[in-house]
């Protein structure tokens, strides 16, 4: 016969279903939906064995559920036990094989997609006995397969949900697969080398900075996985709106990383900030408010005199890591960001020609905790979408409690999440730019001290109080 051409194959394509007899080749395609049995009369527990298919050593939990559970609660489950971020796609499935019946999600729903919509299905209407499986794919990417098998069938079921055992920290997110995961797992066995640093890294603190805080792939702790489970499953932290609305639509998108954080900065206790510690948070602010004095004429081209810059530079500390002279406000990156955002922040003004206090930096002066408070109160900064986006994002990873050196990388996750990008590439985030972030590494001490590490919790104290309603 001979070979048939694109154009003859179309033909014969349009042919038969101009014939209306593609029927039986779409029911051959679709994917049949899974089977749901009835709501037991009673109700039980089960304890399951979570195993992360495919890693070596082993990766997996055991975990006590109670069968009333949906799967889309099941699914905050075993991305808080396991150690996932819950920023990307998952479905749930009835087999093993990636073509068995599986449920649709909200996002799924949202895209069209029809069929068993997970949060209407418990989870002992799918497992009933000892052995049973259900099977959970996350990132369909990196194509972490999950297996759920039931270890025992519980009279009762737990009265909290717990992770009694397991082995292995979970993979880091977006590291490439099982693939990608056992190189870095390696690379950190042997001591992370920075003669052998894996791809795509560009050195070891590229790498460090990118893991997760202190990973270690044989570490794992039981007890801080229910810790998370319980958070995770906790209800909503009261927040403002604007962050309010942000959550909601990360987390319809199935990506819970700004619920988690808030999570995270709610189980911290009430700290009060006194006047002490205001004035130690606003210091380069007191500092820059005194040497402005009731005004001080700029530059023509619209600077700080050299000498204020001097003699700020060195109130503020900056003089003890700075290198090179640190007299031209415009080479001086944070004096001007010290500068910008104290006029952002409502405390100078320009007018003419000259630098002055507003009226309530003057009336407010000699009270710093005055002044914290109305710090608090105009805070996020910035107006446009973006501003707002990293803004928030920034508030809520300092609230949070990380330490300071982790700030960049957890904001930038965020932003990501929320369809930041550079240049439409798919996998760049953008460069951390934001001038609420800039405020609050001011009041971490980044003029005294440069590079910011270690918790803050003055700094995290001041976050939170912004986060609330």
Known sequence: MAAVTPQQKQAMVDAIRADGATAWLDDMLRTPEPVVGAVPDRLRGFRVRLDLIGATPPVWRRLELPGDLTLDRVHVVI???????????HRFRTGSDPRSPHFVTAFDVEEGDDGVLESTVRLDQLLTGTGDRLWYEYDFGD???????????????????????????????????????????????GGCDPSSVPPPFDNVEH??????????????????????????????????????ALRAHLERHGNRALTQLLALSAAHPVAEVDEADAAALLEPYLE??????????????????????????????????????????????????????????????????????????????????ALWQHLVSRLPVGRTEFDRHAGWSALTVVASGLPAEHWHTEIRTLLLALGWRVDARPSLAPAVTSPTLDVLELLAGTTRHGRLTGPRPAVAATARTVLGP
């Open 207 to 244: 790498a460090r900075g990118w893991l997760p805080l202190d990973w270690h792939p044989d570490r794992f702790d039981p007890t801080d996985a229910t810790a998370a489970v319980a958070a995770a499953l906790a209800a909503p932290v009261p927040v403002a709106e604007e962050l309010a």
């Open 79 to 89: 991305q808080a036990a396991m150690g996932w971020l819950n920023g990307h796609l």
């Open 143 to 189: 194509g972490w397969d999950h297996m759920l098998a039931v270890e025992a069938v519980l009279d009762e079921p737990p009265t909290a949900i717990r992770c009694t055992a397991g082995r292995m920290a979970c993979p880091p997110e977006d590291c490439g697969g099982m693939w990608g995961y056992a190189e870095l797992a390696a690379w950190v066995r």
């Open 288 to 369: 820059l408010l005194d040497l402005i004095g009731d005004g001080v004429r700029l530059t023509s081209a619209g600077y700080l005199p050299p000498t204020l810059v001097e003699h700020l530079a060195d109130r503020t500390g900056l003089t003890r890591w700075w290198i090179g002279t640190a007299n031209r406000e415009d080479l001086t990156w944070p004096l001007a960001q010290l500068r910008t955002s104290a006029r952002a922040l409502g405390l100078l003004r320009v007018r003419h020609g000259r630098l002055t206090p507003t009226t309530l930096a003057r009336r407010h002066r000699d009270r710093p905790l």
